[in-house]
């Protein structure tokens, strides 16, 4: 069990992006530890827990849209609730951070999932994939799909100020 204590900020982490709010991933987070604690007989030794952290997650957030769903109620992703954790940064590369931040928190739910495991926890494609439970191509589309749209982002935004300083 302290292992599982041990990988509760990174799947805290996870499901930040996978909810869009930190008070949600708290209770999610909450949720698959517990659930993995309850579970952990079905735990494979030399399966890596970390992964089998996540995939729960993803699972028991699959679950919660699905009920939310049937109950007819939506969520928004509140992203003033999302700190970036940075020490000292300056306020150009904190302000770039947001924007970076906000430009991910703003693609759809399976794209952020796959720049949070790949780009942030440094997984594979291959390890992402077997997480999300999609093939390893998928990841790569997904991944080739938020570079371009974040870049099309940041671009027309530095544009727009470019305008405006003219």
């Not at 930190?22 to 987070?29: C, I, K």
């Not at 796959?114 to 077997?130: K, P």
Request: glycine share 6%.
């Amino acid at each position: 069990m302290a292992e599982i204590a041990a990988l509760h900020p990174r799947v805290w982490r996870f499901c930040v992006v996978l909810t869009g709010r930190r008070d949600t991933a708290w209770d999610l987070s909450q949720s698959a530890c517990t659930r993995a604690i309850e579970k952990l007989h079905t735990f494979r030794p030399g399966t890596e827990l970390d992964r089998w952290l996540m995939t729960i997650a993803r699972r028991v957030w699959l679950n919660e849209k699905r009920a939310e769903s049937a109950r007819g109620a939506g969520r928004q992703v509140d992203l003033d609730a999302v700190e970036i954790a940075c020490e000292k940064p300056s306020a150009e590369a904190n302000i770039f951070a947001g924007e970076v931040l906000a430009a991910v928190m703003a693609l759809p739910e399976t794209h952020r999932a796959a720049v949070l495991l790949v780009y942030v926890e440094g997984y594979s494609y291959r390890e992402a994939a077997d997480m999300l439970e999609v093939a390893i191509g998928t990841i790569m589309s997904r991944l080739a799909a938020a570079r371009a749209r974040i870049a099309g982002q940041m671009n027309e935004d530095a544009h727009r100020g470019a305008a405006v300083r003219t």
